[in-house]
Every structure is written in C-alpha cells, then in structure tokens.
C-alpha cells in the first residue's frame, strides 16, 4: 500500500473509530442522565442494558470485526490469527447481543408487558438469530481447519454478503428501536417539542448512520484489502475464477486460501480443483 | 452468461419485483384499509400519500434503478440508452420523494404540527436532498458527454458507493417512518396488542427489509455484471487499475468507458491517460 493510500486509510479508521465510540458514549449518557441509570432488576433500568449493548456489541464491534482483515500492520499475520480475531470479535458481538435481549425479555416479564410485537422486535430477534448462525457457519467452516476448499469456496461470496447485509440490519434495527423508545417514553414534553433528550437521541441515531457509512466504505475500498498470500496463485491459474470471486464484494477476506490450505496441494492438483471450485462457486451464487 | 446463471438471475430479479410490488401493494392497503384513504385536502388523507410515493418511488423504482444495468437482455443496447433509463427512474423517483415531502409539510401546515423534529425526518430529509445531488451530479459527469474521463474513473466508485449507501438509508428511513406512525396512531387498541394494522404494518416492513436485500445481492454478484464493451480494453493495458476499479463494489456499472468515449482516442493515448486514470481514482478514494 502507498504510502498516500496509508494516511486515507487511517483518517478512515480513526473516523469510524471515534464515531463508534462517540454513539457508545451517546447511548451511555442516553440512559444514565435522561432514562434513570443502569441496574439488574427487573425495571426500566435492566431494559436500559439493552441499547447500550446492543450499540456497543452488535453495532460498534460488529462494525470493526468486519474490518479487521483490512488494517495494513496486520497483514505479516498469519490469516488464521486474523481469522480468530474476527470469529471473536464477532463472538463477543453475539454475546453482548444476546444478553441486550435477555434484559428486555426480563424487564417484559418484570412489568408484565407483551413481547415482540413491533417490527422493531420482529426484525431485531431475526437479525440476531442469523448473526448467531453466521457465526457458527463461519467457525465450522473457515476457522476449523476440515471444511474442503470447494466448500469454502462457494460458501465465501454468502458469507461476506450475509454479513454485510446483517450488519446493515442491525443498523436499521437500532434506529427503529431509538425511534420507537422516543416516541414511547417522550409525551410531556412531547417528541414532537423538540426536547433535549429528543434532540440527543437524534443525534445518536445520525452517529449509527454515520458509523455503518464509514465501515461501509472502509470494508468496499479493492485498494485496502488484506493482500494474497504468496501461493494462493496456485489457486488461480484461470483468470476466470479470480476475477468472479474478486468482485464479489472486494472485502478483505474475498477469497484467498490459507497458506496453509494451499501447501496441502501440488500445483497440478490445485488447478484440477479450481475447475470444480469454479462451478461451485458460481452454483452458488443463484 | 451461462444457461445456469441466466435462469438464477431470472429468479432473483422475479423475486424481487415480487417482493417490492408487494411493497408497494401493502402501503396502498395499509393506507386505503387502514388510514382512511388518499387525499389531497391537507388533512391526514394528504399525508397517506406520503407512505405510498415513498416506497414506490423512494424504495420500489430506486432498487430498479440500481440494477438496471444487469439485465442481461440490455447488454446489446448502447451504454448511453442504458445510462439514460438508469437516470431516467432514478429521477423519477427523486420527483415522487419531493411530492411526498410536499404532502408531509402541507399535512403538517394544515393542522399546525411542528415540522422535522424525529429522527425519522431528519434522515429522510438529508437521504433526499443527497439524493437529488446524486442524480445531478450522476447527469452532469456521466450522462451528458463533457465530462472529462478522469473525472469520471475518479467519480464512479463514489457514485457507486453513494448509490448503494443511499438506497440503503431509503430502507432504514422508511423503516423508521413505519416505526412511528405505528406508535403514533395504534392507541386503542395499542400496538402491544398485536391489532391486525400493527402485525399488517410490520409484514410491510419485512418485504421492504427483504426488497433491500434482493437488490443488494444481484448488484453485487460479479458474474451478472454488464460485460465491458469491446473497445474499453484500450483503458485497461496495465492490470493494476483494472482490478482496482473492478473490485470497487461489482455493480455493473462500475468503470466501463463508453465505446463512444473511447473511439475518441487513439490506443496510446489512451494509454498514457490510463496512468493518470489510475492516479486520480486512487486519490478520490481517500
């Protein structure tokens, strides 16, 4: 990487950074200074876990896991430790998410309220159900070291788009479930009065939208992905190939094989099992 | 294309119109059934046209928009043509959000609500107004023919990024917007009750969540890409810049030069132009 293409890089990074942290804070000083604090009891101030969580695992580290591969002093790493850090990240994403929707279970139960009726609901527990299956997916089949090449391979283009399109969801989530807290906690003085809390919590849905656009930008950057290792070549002998799963998102971690996958092969094998790769690939894809 | 990835694009791109005609079928029950039908009165029957011109236009026609290019069946037509449709809905979408803005703002007038205070209007209304400014900017660089071609190869993965970014935050917008006209108006019976409006509102905003979806994964499949026109080799003699603009988000209108442009220049000219290319998008994506 140029050294020019470096520094916009990291203006980039430290951006997304500092907007992600910023909506951590927002929802921090959301609930503790206008929705009465944290607590585990039962009341308000268990469903209060929720955004917080929710922002911090399921947007803010959801959001730097998908562009761990791409940070440029990673790149001498071993693609399995990158590999581990992402599956991690997206660990501790999962987690925080799913203790958020035990707070709101809890708090639902506590005061006797239903459960899931808003679209908020609907689409928020399907999102994270998927994310949780993603994540499973990800782990048996790219981490572990079993999963035959041809089923990485088909299996990759899903993936990065599933994420991409998960982390997007999860994006719309919150803001429905800032919107529709808003509207359910702010009758005097109305939402519709521009008070402060109102005005802050916009704020803080902008900072989201903001986050998700940057990491959107970061993670679809062809100049900022994490190279080839050096014998993946053996996987591309056909241009074809190459090319077909290059463009399919161009996010970092695209295509290449481990380098320790491709030492297993010979090179006339290797180009023997990029022909069935091919067709794999593209059947998956419809 | 192959028969096999023919047939799968055929399906998806079926799905999806199903899926956003559904959409838009939904938001004419929802307001007709529901919120007392359509008007043109100031009253609440003005701002039904809201939802309705939103999601056929803001949501429905935009998705169109975007994967225009990828119908195979237009790839023996000229560049111009295609490009012309692509702006063509595109602007007639920008045209039915603006007259759904003006039903909004007349409703509210009318009965002297505040304007702009959720964050529902505070998105939307900047996704609009950046809207239009894409469709201008779209006309001006890549439609008329003045336009120089590093202006245009510095401009495209931004056009493309800003594209797909707008689309999306139309989703996340109308989401929001569904949100909480739902908590607005489901009093009595509540929302929490599970009234037929509320779980019909939210199938609503499933199919949108799902139309989104649909769109995202045709516009990124590089195999359903508009092929290069024959003459546009003449811009890519060194591999580097090729793969970097092809990577830049696989939508089929990502860097192709018009055969019109290019039967401008001679192949060393070109050439020569190529480096410059390269330099230009590079630094337009820091």
Known sequence: M??????????????ALLVG????????????????GLGWDGTELEFNWHP?????GFVFIQGIAIIVYRLPWTWKCSKLLMKSIHAGLNAVAA?????SLVAVFENRNFSNKTHLYSLHGWIGLTVVILYVLQLLLGFFVFLLPWAPLSLRAALMPI?????LLLFGTAIVTTLTGVTEKLFFVLKDPAYSTFPPEGVFANILGLLILVFGALIFWIVTRPQWKRPKEPNSTLFQP???TTEREEGSMATSYGHNMDK????LNSEAAARKRNLALDEAVQRSTM
Chains 1, 2 share one sequence.
């Open 52 to 56: 917080v969580l929710m922002v911090t």
């Open 260 to 263: 320790s996958d491709s030492e």
């Open 2 to 15: 140029a050294m020019d293409g470096y520094r916009g890089f990291l203006v980039l990074l430290v951006s």
């Open 238 to 240: 056909n241009g074809g």
């Open 95 to 99: 987690i925080l998410a799913i203790i």
């Open 159 to 163: 993936h990065v788009y599933s994420g």
């Open 21 to 36: 942290f910023l909506s951590v804070i927002f929802t921090l000083v959301w609930v503790l200074h206008y929705r009465g």
